[in-house]
Structures are given as C-alpha cells and as structure tokens.
C-alpha cells in the first residue's frame, strides 16, 4: 500500500493490521540512545506546528516519524536535522547537547540527513560525485589538484560506496542518465561518504514508482546496517517492512510510539487518520 502524498489513508486502520510486522532490522540494537528530543516545540508567528515533542531514537535502529498532513514531521525533521531551531526544548546526540549546533556541525559528529540536501552533479560521472563527498568529507573540496595517490586512494573508497548502494556498475556513467530511483541511491552514496552514524531521511520515497520503492527500500535497509535510521516517511508498506520503531504525531505532540504493530493497532492513532480523512480528500494509491 502507498499513500499518496497530501492524502489521507481512507482504508488505513484495516490495511494496517494486515501488513507485516517488521521483526527489528537490526540485529544486536541495544538501548542506548542516539538521538533524544525534550520538549521540542516550534512556534511560527503564534502558530505552534511542534509542541513539546519528546523523542528517543535508539541506537541501531531504523525508526519511523509518522503522522497525518500537518501533524508536525517535517518541521520536527528539520529541528533535529538542525535546519531550523527550536523556539524551546533541547535535542541531545551521542551524549551532548546539540540543540545550538548547526547542521555542518552535527554532519562533522555523524548526524547527516540525506535525499534533500546532498545535491548530485548532472554532469560528473557516478564516481566523481561520491568523490566529491568524499573530498569534502576529508576537508579537500576546494583542491582540484590531487596527487595521484590520494586520486587513487578516494575512487577506491567511492567504489566501495557506489558498490553498498548497488551502482558499481554504472560507476563511469554520467548522472544525468540514471533514472529517478537510481539518482536517489546515488545521494545515498555521496552521504555514505560522509560516514554517517545516525542517517536522517526525509520521506525517502516520495514521488517513486512501486519498482523504485521496493529498490531504495531495500538499500535503507542495507545501509542501515551498523547505522541508525531516522527517517519521515508516508508509506506504511515501507515503514512495516523496515522500521523497528514508529513515533506518530498528530497537531504537533506525540499521540503514539511503538513498533509497527502496536502503533497501528492502536485506536488513537487510527482515529487520528480517519478524522484527518474528515478534511481532507482521501486517495489510495495502489
Ligand atoms: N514556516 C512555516 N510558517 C508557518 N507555518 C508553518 C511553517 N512550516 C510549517 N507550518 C505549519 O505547521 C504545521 C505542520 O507542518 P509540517 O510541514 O511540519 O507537517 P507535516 O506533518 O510534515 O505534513 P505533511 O504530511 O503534509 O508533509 C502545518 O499546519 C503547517 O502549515
Ligand atoms: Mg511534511
């Protein structure tokens, strides 16, 4: 089941009960946390889009931010990614206080966010663009000259990349020529150059076909193999398949937290789908 995006779930509560339940994707995740949210609240002139939002990603885990249009997830994604600051509360990352950093900051500790941000060169081959990444990663962007050595050294490490999302093969390829799901496995790549520890996703994927879903669905999952996973996203199939945990919002708080079965099981949360149904035009897309 897809959701449209702007759409509410019309059948959502019954669907939900039938999809699979995602075991934990990760195997050995303790519970130590990665990633904690107090009180995150976020007021635009008098309006508050986040309200006191508390949450605790775990370490190793793929988790989920979910909610009905206008809960809340995107401006609550761009607080922790720190791409907006928090009118009040605090986000701590690996023990200390990030709430002040910015995102270049949080990046250097290993807190990237991808898919909207790590822009591609149409015109570089797969494999100087995750050189790039891995030249700025290094702190080499502004050097066009490289001693062969360190040329050498950089394309081993970029095929390694390209190879963890599945493109080594097109690795002289321009980017210009990949189709859309490919294109996003290639920003994949370039964030993975970053090494990030916890990798913050917004709506991975949004505007793809079903064959394009199931791929990059797939690559979160291996990429997230001795990562963490944040990631907002609107496909419930692909939240049951790969996510160990799931925060629901509804009006800017938390209304629900849990693994997929839980959270779709409970009666808050299908009520908050169905009244969001109430106002607005519910479509399902297959
Ligand atoms: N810059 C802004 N100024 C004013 N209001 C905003 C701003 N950004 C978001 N909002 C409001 O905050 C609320 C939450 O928006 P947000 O985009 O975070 O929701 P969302 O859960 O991501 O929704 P969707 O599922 O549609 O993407 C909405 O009512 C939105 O209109
Ligand atoms: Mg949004």
Redesign the pocket.
Known sequence: MALA??HAPTTLPPMLGRQRVNQGSNHGMGDQAILEARGLTKR??G?T??DGVNLRVTEGAIHALV???????????NLLSKFLQPSAGRIMYAGRDVTAMSPAAIARLGMVRSFQISATFAHMTLLENVRVGLQRAAGLASQFWLPRGVLHRLDAQAMHYLEQVGLAGLAQEFAVNLPYGRKRALELATTLALEPRLLLLDEPTQGMGHEDVEVVTALIRRVAVGRTVLM?E?NMSVIASICDRVTV?QR?QVLAEGSYAEVSADPAVIAAYIGDDDANDAELAA
């Open positions: 995006r702007g635009f002139s309006f889009a986040v909610g009905p249009n206008g809960a809340g997830k995107t401006t609550c994604f907002v609107h919002m800017g």
